[in-house]
């Protein structure tokens, strides 16, 4: 089936820092999408990327959805204690209303 | 804002017993889904619905899993016969356009 793997699997940073991570399949998905989750809670969705190449902001978040369709990255910039969650990519085959395939997770910790 | 509910948010069985979870989805959406994650693992589609049918189901959602929208609001899971590999955190979703949104979540633990 189809797999989407997280990098790096978890961060260790410092209040302040910027963070950096991505997804990569080895098929193509049309939507891509960001959720965070905290620790006993559902994902909470963070930004959704619906056009390959696009670049989409939502306050210190930045996402891309790779020109190849098989990859998107997910930036934050300074970084604040309340970052700290694990972060999913998610695909989706076509446009909107089916199966999401998640990815591995990337866990953030903010060092004090 | 409008958000999906999940009740129990902790559900403890025995092994072999039925347990049934339920979920209230955002008022106007019109698809829904139930996702599970094992213990530190990755959410894993089980099954979406629509239109009072099921729409797609995972390999995970075979005959011991059923689902049901029993009433205008409701939107159920049940597992017929549960196992210990079962334990996990089973997570409802609903969409209306393009975007899922997720409940809180049931955690399923099988004794």
């Known amino acids: 089936g189809q797999q989407l793997n997280q990098s790096p699997q978890s961060m260790f940073i410092q209040e302040g820092e910027d963070v950096s991570m991505n997804c990569t399949s080895s098929s193509i998905f049309n939507t891509w999408l960001w959720y965070k989750q905290d620790p006993g809670e559902g994902p909470v969705l963070l930004i959704a990327l619906y056009k390959a190449g696009e670049l989409t902001s939502n306050g210190r978040l930045t996402a891309q959805f790779g020109i190849t369709r098989k990859d998107s990255f997910l930036n934050i910039s300074a970084s604040i204690p309340s970052d700290v969650g694990i972060y999913f990519c998610?695909?989706?085959?076509?446009?909107?209303?089916?199966?999401?395939?998640f990815g591995t997770g990337t866990r953030l910790t903010i060092i004090p | 804002e409008p958000e999906v509910t999940q009740t129990p948010s902790h559900q403890v069985t025995q092994m072999g017993q039925e347990v049934i979870l339920r979920c209230v989805p955002i008022s106007n959406h019109l698809y829904f889904y139930w996702y599970r994650q094992i213990l530190g693992q990755k959410v894993e589609f089980l099954v979406s619905?629509?239109?009072?049918?099921?729409?797609?189901k995972s390999e995970i959602f075979d005959d011991q899993f059923s689902v049901e929208r029993p009433d205008g609001s409701n939107f159920t899971l049940k597992i017929r016969s549960t196992k210990l590999e079962d334990s996990a955190m089973y997570f409802c979703?609903?969409?209306?356009?393009?975007?899922?949104?997720f409940g809180p979540g049931t955690r399923l633990t099988v004794l």
């Open positions: 619905f629509y239109n009072n049918e099921i729409s797609e």
């Open positions: 979703a609903s969409s209306s356009q393009d975007t899922q949104y």
């Open positions: 998610a695909g989706e085959t076509n446009f909107g209303n089916e199966k999401l395939t």
